[in-house]
């Protein structure tokens, strides 16, 4: 397995970047407001207004890390629409996506796949792609490296990251409503990018 491999998956460079404006944004705001506010609201707010960023090598990830710093305004004023939301909308949700999501006080460990796992895009995303490539001949499908096409696909489709079970299924329905079409599209272009690119590092 090549070095430049991370890991058998992919990732979303904007969620680290993300929780770090956050964490920075609060500090500045008195600690009363600070307590009333669910940090994994804000995060997902933000996620679903902020362009993803998935990689799947070492290469792709340091690549994602330098286009990043041209949005770092854009983190910014989304990050800070985010907290106004969350302050305006300060209630508890049912049933947590995952136990850290019940503690507002809590900061999400950006080193952990906790957020990645709560985009309901990405199984929408990844059955698609699955279904195009069992129609390729075997031939064809030994040149092509799911992960890569899932997180070239993820690129170029909506975010849809929510905290709760209940947010994560509505978000999912809604996609099947009016996004199936992208999702398919997207997916094919992953598909023939991938095919191009043997062992590409994602891009957007």
Do not use: C
Not at 17 to 34: F, N, W
Not at 137 to 147: A, E, F, G, Q, R
Not at 174 to 197: W, Y
Request: charged share 25%.
């Amino acid at each position: 397995m090549s070095q430049s491999l991370l890991t058998s998956t992919f990732r979303n460079a904007m969620e680290s970047l993300t929780i770090l404006e956050i964490e920075k944004q609060l500090q500045k705001l008195p600690r009363e407001i600070v307590d009333s506010i669910n940090k994994a609201d804000v995060t997902a707010y933000s996620l679903n207004r902020l362009p993803p960023m998935y990689f799947t090598t070492q290469k792709g990830k340091i690549w994602q890390q330098q286009r990043s710093q041209k949005l770092a305004d854009m983190i910014s004023r989304v990050v800070s629409l985010g907290i106004k939301a969350a302050q305006r909308n300060n209630k508890v949700f049912s049933t947590p996506l995952h136990p850290s999501f019940a503690d507002k006080k809590a900061i999400i460990d950006r080193q952990k796949p906790i957020l990645h796992e709560s985009n309901a895009m990405i199984p929408l995303a990844t059955v698609e792609i699955e279904r195009q490539l069992k129609r390729l001949p075997n031939d064809l499908l030994i040149s092509i490296n799911k992960v890569d096409v899932i997180a070239y696909t993820l690129n170029r489709l909506p975010p849809l990251y929510s905290t709760t079970r209940e947010g994560w299924i509505w978000q999912q329905e809604l996609a099947r409503e009016n996004l199936i079409t992208m999702i398919s599209r997207m997916a094919t272009l992953g598909i023939k990018a991938v095919q191009r690119n043997s062992r590409m590092f994602v891009q957007s």
